[in-house]
């Protein structure tokens, strides 16, 4: 471990925002008054769709959008009145932002001169992050000259010279091809757990949230959704957002009526036991629903629409109950076109959320 690396680990600070909202009049409310708390050291990944506020969320953070109201905390230093320099964030953007006619070195140290630093401390400053990004051989060179990766590797050194607590990244991969993409969050990982700093990163991809976050952030439409780890979110989502958000495919959502002691789709077949009268949404996995040789107990009928075929597993589309469901099964089972298929929903795996709000509704499903 780098001085680098000692300074940012010790200067990683918890980010407190409380009642903190964002609206341009009172027709354009982008964030509600919001309360979160993101850990110091923790790699927190915001995600959502566009035009969710995320990247509002993070400007904010940063003191590039002024607050409508609340206050932003970074470690015990209220921070929504000060200037960007003075808030200890360092940010990455989604256009690297560099200046294209200084050379890396000059990139990663234009802070570091701005400030005053002597050019003895700026050079030795340069030479420890380039090494730590693989960048000591491109020191002279002009962005231009640059690979897409490269240049986000600028970007990120560039941040991490000035030894900041907290690092913000807006969507810092979405320019990248996907094999870079690949590569460049094995590397944010990598350095997140060298420097441990506390790290914000926005994006709208799934995957980069479920790689590379200790907690996931889920904002829809301004407001918090779910907060919780990767593990949490895809096995126990809070709300039909939530589910048919996370998961490639995502899941499977089917209306169903409850008449007291079973729940059934409108086609009137049974899906499970349950206590419960009223209209529902039952969510289910397409990884979780087995198709079994032939008709049996604890099973329903569903007919095959068309099939994907990707290499190491498929995609079934099938009708059931009125409604399309996608099924993950291993590459290789045999299964004809347009042939009825019977699915088993196994309980354990059955989501069930209230049907005007769309919340999970915590409830003990059995067998059919």
Known sequence: MNAIDMAIRAAAANITLSGVSKAYDAETVVIPPMDVELRAGEFTVVLGPSGCGK????QMIAGLER???????????????????????????Q????????????????????????????????????????????????????SGGQRQRVAIGRAIVR????????????????????????????????IGATTVFVTHDQVEAMTLADRILILNKGRIEQFDTPKAIYHHPASVFV???????????????????????????VVAQAR?????????????????GQAGEHQVTSALRFREDLGS????????????????????????????????????????????????????????
């Open 243 to 269: 589910a048919k958000f996370i998961g490639a495919p995502p899941m499977n959502i089917l209306p169903v009526t409850g008449d007291g002691s079973v729940l059934r789709l409108a086609d009137g077949q």
């Open 67 to 93: 607050v409508s109201g609340g206050k932003i905390v970074i470690g015990a230093r209220e921070v929504q009145d000060l200037e960007p320099k003075h808030r200890g964030c360092a940010m990455v953007f």
């Open 313 to 368: 597993h498929s995609i079934l589309a099938a009708e059931l109950g009125g409604s399309v469901v996608r099924i993950a099964t291993p590459f290789g089972v045999q299964i004809s076109d347009r042939s009825q298929l019977f699915l088993n929903l196994p309980a354990s795996r059955l989501h069930l959320f209230d049907a005007a709000s769309g919340r999970a509704i915590p409830c003990a499903l059995s067998a059919n």
């Open 276 to 292: 419960l009268t009223g209209t529902y949404q039952l969510g289910i996995r397409p990884e979780d629903i087995f198709i079994c």
């Open 163 to 194: 030894e900041p607590g907290v690092l913000l990244f807006d969507e810092p991969l979405s320019n990248l091809d996907a094999q870079l993409r690949h590569d460049m969050r094995v590397e944010l990982a990598d350095l997140h757990r060298r």
């Open 95 to 146: 256009n690297y932002a560099l200046y294209p006619h200084m050379s890396v070195f000059d990139n990663i140290a234009y802070s570091l001169k701005v400030s005053g630093m002597q050019k003895a401390e700026r050079i030795q400053r340069v030479g420890t992050v380039a090494k730590m990004l693989g960048l000591s051989d491109y020191l002279g060179r002009k962005p231009g000259q640059l």
């Open 55 to 58: 990247s509002t969320l993070l």
